[in-house]
């Protein structure tokens, strides 16, 4: 056998590789080692075949598999193979024996033998399987490797010819798939430069980025990234890296490089118009819009080829099919903004300016929009994405706008003032969160004398020139913001304007929304406003005013007048919306019913309205959500959900707050959450706050169940997204992401209100079940609406709390109450935690913004309860602040293992809590103290009645009483101490009536209020200084009785001095001084009576006692004109008390009581009138004072008169005792009110006093009569309180006595002087001024032969006249007293009273001699009548007066 034979044999049985791995393990010697190379080379000549030879290389995959790591074992097998060296050397010198055999270049045969086996390795059999694949399976990725690192070796010896390569490659017009090409690239064989690069490339891209691999295939996935993002490296760094030498060939392949990418780009853009979300868009979209994240390029491509390659892609993208026009972009531009344009353009916008700071991206903007055609859809989008991204965008389009302006108005440039319009409007668009409004834009740019406008006349007509050209393409909502914020004009081109308001109203007519469509008031909203919403706007501004004017306001009266289509049809169906009616009428109820009164509605749609209102308190139905796909409520839920992910970077919880993608990505988000609000509360177009009034019903609002939801489910994502912020970093290091949350439900006021609803609900009704992570999130939540809200919006409270609208914090700081144990728990849990957050936060704010993040009204609860409920803390002062960071503050409040005692006394001695107190809105003054003290209910407070006593002692008397003034203290002063509690006590009674019959009983249980405990303070300190003289700087007792009237004074004065006493001002008036009465009888009543010392001398002094009941009591005695039994009482023992003071206590009791007499006849009157209960506890008392000494003479006198009386009622006569005689009347008043009036024993004891024997006599009796007659108005008032007829036999008995003496007539003319006069102070002015009424009745109740002799009594006519004129006048006005249904048949109507009177009279002038009125008394009579009743002036004139006639009275 031959050696070729042999060889050829083993051949068939044995590889080249094992033969010769088989001679390495003989170690030959070198003569052996060239007869094994000359036994190679003869085997193969032998061998024809080379590509099996380049197979045969191919077999060992895992050596070539470059994508794969090899383990140990294979690296040892791999060094038994063949070297790829030795390989390749054995092949080329076949290669070129072969060539030389058949005369061919080797370059040729090498590359036709390449392709062959390229072919095999991409077989097309193979590709049957999965047609349409574009990689590699891994096996053929080996294979491929092996066979172009031999190629790279055939390269490096001269054998192959790249060029011949890749023309061989284009023959068949079938290029090979993109990753073999990125092989051919990565082994230097082929380079992607080339010249045809972009005939191939873009479609192989495409066709890459548009294959996705199956599932599983994850190492499949990875080398399509890797190839793609090798690729574009390529691409991009060939295209836009600056090459430093000038040949035409770099330039040539950098602009074929530059045009695929702009294929590409425009593949993008193309799939970006054809889909709204990246899941939607067909083909590689997806996958080519990673390909322009910054990271992935490394440092393959240098920061400035990167920068140019983005720059020119955004360049390309603006400009990019720019066939709309500006009108297109005027009149389409609402439907371009960031939630409703493209996901894929908008993420590609926000990759491309990553690399860039904002400014440089408006300053190229401006420069593309200069001097390109441009895509206004994409600009604007841009713009759009650049706002919601970049935080501080806003401030530089600002800056933009105001260039574009300057720029316009110096060259009239046309094109700078539409781009400036068209940004604006697009900012005002992503509504107030990310850019001001358009109508604000509009008035701060035009609105101003100093605008550019403003300057000239041209300038002026240049705008509005631009403004009219606008007008066909102008949405509705722009010419309104036009019409209504039009720009500044001088007066004198005022006809210029107008011209434009003409043309912009007829624009609007045209459009059907014309002038009559607009609202009453201004639309501070740029966004397009539905007639329904700004009807809805109007109404709820309208009752905004309505509430606080109680008046319909001027322009719904113009509308329901000049502008009756929008009242009828827009407005009124707005206001009578059917709805649950409130059980207590709210506002809108008032002005619907002030509405209805003033005939502006009409009667059918009124009634329409109520019937729509009681079906629905019937049904109670709750909203019902149409059935839809896309369920807005599942849309949130995912979205929210999503917004949690996001804010968690991956599954170890760590959160990512600063960097510049999580903003924009957050802002992104928060973007399209807005929107799905919107959609579930559509109300109106998202508008800024401003001074918005929100109205808050804190009994029981009735919300949509969808609404509710909603707000739940936000509330609740937002506590969860606290809880995984607090776990991570502390409040300083949290980012904005909250803020940004928050802000986004501002934007609708609907939204906004069901929030506050459900937050107050929250608060208010389940604060104490609220778990910890509840309360966390939710202070965290309100402190951020705080801030949001701080200069903005405000809270109505319905039923009204405060008399004008509140903050945000306040309104909610009501709602926290601190009544009881758990509630104070509560409070001080969830402020704890807001305060905490406020003052970590404001590591990273400015001092200013700190405030906005530490409401006040939170601070104060804490000022209030930490001390309350933490003793130790009332020790704490100044010097044991704690200089702690904040993370130590925070983790206080979010560790687990503290209690909140433990948060609260960390944060009480934080050294930035006790800072706030210096600013004077976070400090708690005294009298917020005490309001907050006398709403703890004493049952189920938090303290027992020792522990409370002593805090409330610590907090007046070490707290607040040495306090300066301006920090809510009273400077050291114990009045000023005593003033506070006083008006706390009052205000407390005033606000709650319900107190009135508990708060001040003896002996009560103590579970009421905290009144009591209040109470006991100020006598504590009324004793202290009555003991010590500390009430002012003399010492003298005499400034505390001061210091009383003078406080009671001071808040009865409003009622007492106002004009014209309404019945509340009247009703606010008596319970002012009933609830001071009972504070009254609480105090010693030895202070309300002075002692003063002259000449030694030291004597009582009642002014002030006579002074306040003579302006006070007075007016609220019921029944009139006697002081109530306990009131009388204490004022008595208090001139006994004084009284011991002086030398003689007797003569000064004497002196005081004569002087009471005639200067405060009603507590004379009211002590004849008590005597019989007071007489023994008086008595006792002086015994006590004096040690046993006999009463003084008119205490004695007191007792007299009583005994008098009462042995005049029993038929008996003594003498009449030395006493006044209203003192005297008062006590026979006394005695006869349990008689009946028709016992004898009245008028025989009457006849005793028979007037003509005794002038005294004659006075007792005309007193007398007064207090019957005031028992008798009484009777007339009140019937089922008082027998009338009782009342009229007395008086009758009285009249027949004292009818033919003039004197009784003078107490029904109590202006006059006289002995009588006295009687005006002990009735009201009530009384005095209803009197005439009980004249007039009385009289005509009397026989004819009474009323015979009263008529011939001197000055009869003139007090009868003046009696019935004032009746008269009474009866016009509206004061009358009302007829009521129990009137007896011997009362009469009131018109009846009037008539028989007039006929009375008119017969009593008739007979009359001319000298029964003197002139004066006649004029002035004529005087009062001639208005009132002419006829009765007549009369006058005629039978009184026939020379004084006047000439108008000749018809007479």
Not at 980 to 995: G, I
Not at 1009 to 1029: K, N
Not at 1435 to 1452: I, R, Y
Request: some cysteine; glycine content about 4%.
């Amino acid at each position: 056998m031959s050696v070729s034979a042999s060889c050829e044999s083993l051949a068939q049985k044995r590889s080249l590789s094992s033969l010769l791995a088989g001679r390495e393990v003989k170690r030959p010697k070198q003569e052996d080692g060239q007869r094994l190379q000359e036994a190679a080379i003869q085997l193969l000549d032998q061998h024809q075949n080379i590509c099996s030879l380049f197979q045969e290389l191919g077999q060992n995959t895992d050596q070539c598999n470059t994508f794969c790591r090899q383990t140990g074992e294979q690296k040892r097998a791999a060094s038994r193979d063949i070297p790829p060296v030795v390989a390749a050397s054995l092949l080329g010198s076949e290669l070129r024996r072969q060539a030389a055999q058949l005369g061919v270049p080797v370059t040729a045969l090498s590359v036709k033998t390449i392709l062959e086996r390229l072919n095999e390795i991409t077989d097309e059999n193979q590709e049957e399987k999965d047609e349409g694949r574009e990689m590699l399976t891994s096996s053929q990725r080996a294979q491929l490797c092996v066979l172009l690192e031999s190629s790279r070796e055939l390269l490096s010896q001269g054998v192959l010819c790249p060029k011949l390569l890749w023309q061989e490659l284009r023959r068949d017009q079938k290029l090979p798939k993109l990753e073999v090409m990125h092989y051919l690239h990565f082994y230097n064989i082929l380079s992607l430069k080339d010249e045809g690069v972009r005939s191939w490339l873009v479609p192989r891209l495409k066709a890459l980025c548009g294959w996705t691999p199956p599932p599983g295939q994850e190492e499949t996935k990875q080398v399509q990234q890797k190839v793609l993002s090798a690729v574009i490296g390529v691409v991009v760094k060939t295209g836009f890296e600056q090459s430093r030498g000038p040949a035409a060939a770099d330039r040539r392949i950098s602009m074929l490089c530059c045009s695929v990418l702009n294929d590409m780009l425009v593949w993008l853009l193309d799939a970006a118009d054809k889909c709204l979300t990246v899941q939607s868009c067909e083909g590689g979209a997806q996958l080519w819009i990673q390909t322009f994240d910054s990271s992935l390029y490394g440092v393959s491509v240098s920061p400035e080829a990167l920068q140019r390659f983005f720059i020119h892609s955004l360049t390309q993208t603006l400009t990019y099919n720019p066939q709309l026009t500006v009108s297109d972009a005027i009149t389409l531009q609402n439907e371009w903004t960031f939630a409703k344009a493209s996901l894929l353009l908008t993420s590609l916008f926000r990759k491309l300016a990553v690399v860039f700071s904002v400014e440089q991206l408006l300053r190229h903007l401006q420069q593309v929009l200069e001097t390109h055609e441009v895509n206004w859809k994409h600009v604007l989008c841009f713009v759009s994405t650049l706002l919601v991204y970049h935080p501080s965008a806003q401030s530089s389009l600002r800056e933009l706008l105001s260039r574009l302006l300057s720029s316009a108005f110096e060259g009239y440039d046309l094109e700078n003032l539409i781009t400036a319009f068209l940004l604006a409007r697009q900012g005002a668009l992503e509504g107030p969160a990310i850019f001001p409004s358009y109508s604000d834009w509009f008035k701060m740019s035009f609105g101003g004398g100093s605008s550019q406008q403003a300057n000239s006349k041209k300038s002026l007509v240049f705008l509005l020139k631009f403004l009219s050209d606008l007008v066909p393409f102008d949405p509705p909502q722009y010419l309104k913001v036009h019409i209504l914020h039009p720009p500044y004009v001088p007066a004198k081109h005022r006809s210029l304007l107008m011209e434009y308001v003409s043309l912009a109203k007829t624009r609007l007519a045209d459009l059907k929304e014309s002038v009559e469509e607009m609202g009453l008031y201004e639309d501070v909203s740029g966004a397009s406003v539905q007639p329904r919403c700004q009807a809805a706007q109007d109404v709820e501004k309208t009752v905004s005013l309505f509430e606080s004017t109680g008046r319909i306001s001027a322009a719904v009266m113009e509308a329901s007048v000049f502008r009756r289509p929008y009242f009828l049809t827009r407005f009124l169906p707005a206001l009578l919306k059917p709805r649950l009616l409130p059980v207590k009428p709210d506002a809108r109820m008032g002005f619907i019913e002030a509405l209805k009164k003033a005939d502006k509605i009409p009667s059918a749609q009124f009634s329409s309205y109520v019937e729509s209102c009681q079906k629905q308190r019937q049904q109670n139905e709750s909203v019902e959500r149409p059935d839809s796909s896309d369920d807005p409520l599942d849309v949130l839920k995912v979205q929210l959900q999503e917004f949690t992910q996001l804010l968690v970077a991956g599954g170890d919880g760590v959160f990512l707050y600063v960097s510049c993608r999580s903003f924009s990505e957050i802002s992104a988000h928060m973007s399209r959450i807005s929107h799905t609000l919107s959609v579930v509360f559509p109300g109106c177009p998202d508008e800024p706050i401003g001074q918005t009034v929100v109205t808050l019903c804190t009994e029981s609002p009735e919300l949509p169940e969808l609404h509710v939801k909603v707000v739940n489910m936000i509330l609740q994502n937002f506590c969860q997204c606290q809880l995984n912020a607090s776990r991570a970093n502390p409040p300083n290091k949290q980012g904005f992401w909250a803020s940004r949350f928050v802000r986004a439900l501002l934007v609708n006021t609907q939204l906004l209100s069901g929030v506050l609803h459900r937050l107050w609900d929250l608060f208010h009704n389940q604060g104490p079940s609220l778990t910890a992570a509840h309360v966390l999130g939710l202070a965290v939540f309100v402190v951020h609406l705080h801030a949001a809200l701080a200069h903005g919006t405000l809270v109505r409270l319905v039923p009204p709390v405060c008399p004008q609208p509140v903050p945000f914090a306040d309104a909610l700081s009501s709602a926290l109450l601190c009544n009881t144990r758990t509630n104070m728990q509560f409070s001080v849990r969830l402020c704890v935690a807001a305060v905490c957050y406020g003052i970590c936060k404001g590591d990273s704010v400015s001092e200013q913004q700190l405030q906005e993040f530490i409401p006040a009204s939170l601070y104060k609860k804490l000022l209030y309860l930490i001390p309350r409920l933490l003793p130790e803390a009332r020790r704490t002062c100044v010097g044991e602040q704690q200089e702690e960071s904040s993370v130590d503050l925070w983790s206080s409040v979010t560790d687990g293992g503290n209690t909140w005692r433990e948060a609260a006394l960390h944060l009480w001695r934080h050294s930035a809590f006790l800072q706030l107190q210096r600013r004077s809105q976070y400090r708690l003054c005294f009298s917020e103290w005490l309001k907050n003290e006398l709403g703890v209910q004493r049952s189920e407070d938090a303290l027992s009645d020792a522990q409370r006593q002593e805090y409330q002692q610590w907090a007046c008397l070490e707290l607040y009483f040495t306090r300066p003034e301006e920090e809510g203290g009273c400077e050291g002063d114990v009045k000023k101490l005593c003033s506070h509690l006083l008006n706390a006590v009052m205000d407390q009674q005033l606000s709650d009536p319900s107190l009135e019959k508990t708060s001040f009983q003896e002996g009560g249980s103590g579970t009421g209020s905290c009144l009591p405990d209040i109470l006991s303070r100020l006598q504590e300190l009324v004793y202290e200084m009555e003991v010590t003289g500390l009430s002012g700087s003399c010492g003298h007792q005499s400034d505390l009785c001061d210091f009383l009237f003078e406080a009671v004074s001071q808040r009865c004065s409003p009622a007492v001095t106002s004009t014209s006493l309404s019945v509340s001002n009247e009703l606010s008036f008596q319970r002012t001084l009933c609830t001071w009465n009972r504070v009254l009888l609480a105090l010693p009543a030895v202070l309300f009576i002075k002692t003063k010392t002259e000449g030694g001398r030291t004597t009582l002094d009642c002014s002030k006692l006579i002074e306040h009941v003579n302006q006070h009591q007075r007016k609220v005695c019921f029944p009139a004109g006697v002081l109530p039994c306990r009131l009388t009482g204490h004022f008595l023992k208090g001139l006994l008390c004084a009284s011991v003071r002086c030398r003689r206590p007797a003569e000064e009791v004497n002196k005081a009581w004569s002087q009471m007499g005639v200067r405060c006849p009603l507590l004379v009157v009211s002590a004849a009138c008590w005597w019989q209960q007071l007489s023994s506890v008086l008595f006792s008392l002086w015994g006590r004072l004096r040690d046993g000494e006999p009463p003084s003479e008119q205490l004695q006198l007191l007792t007299d008169c009583r005994l008098w009386a009462c042995s005049l009622q029993e038929g008996q006569e003594i003498q009449m005792p030395s006493a006044a005689a209203l003192q005297l009347a008062a006590s026979l008043h006394r005695a006869w009110q349990g008689c009946e009036g028709n016992n004898p024993s009245f008028a025989a004891a009457l006849s005793s006093l028979r007037p003509e024997r005794d002038a005294k006599h004659k006075q007792v009796l005309v007193f007398l009569l007064f207090l019957c007659m005031k028992d008798y108005l009484s009777a007339l008032m009140y019937p089922q309180e008082k027998s009338l007829e009782k009342a009229g036999c007395f008086c009758m008995e009285l009249l027949t006595m004292l009818v033919n003496s003039a004197d009784w007539l003078l107490i029904f003319q109590s202006n006059e002087q006289s002995l009588y006069q006295s009687v005006s102070l002990v009735a009201s002015e009530e009384c005095a001024r209803l009197m005439p009424w009980a004249f007039c009745s009385l009289l005509l109740q009397q026989r004819a032969e009474l009323l015979q002799r009263a008529v011939c009594c001197p000055g009869f006519l003139h007090t009868a006249v003046t009696c019935y004129v004032s009746v008269l006048q009474l009866f016009l006005e509206g004061d009358a007293p009302p007829p009521t249904t129990e009137r007896s048949e011997k009362q009469p109507e009131p018109s009846h009273i009037l008539s028989h009177m007039k006929r009375l009279l008119l017969n009593l002038i008739s007979k009359a001699s001319p000298t029964a009125l003197s002139s004066h008394q006649l004029r002035q009579l004529e005087s009062r009548c001639v208005d009132l009743d002419p006829e009765l002036a007549a009369a006058l004139s005629v039978h009184l007066d026939p020379h004084g006639l006047s000439p108008e009275m000749d018809f007479l």
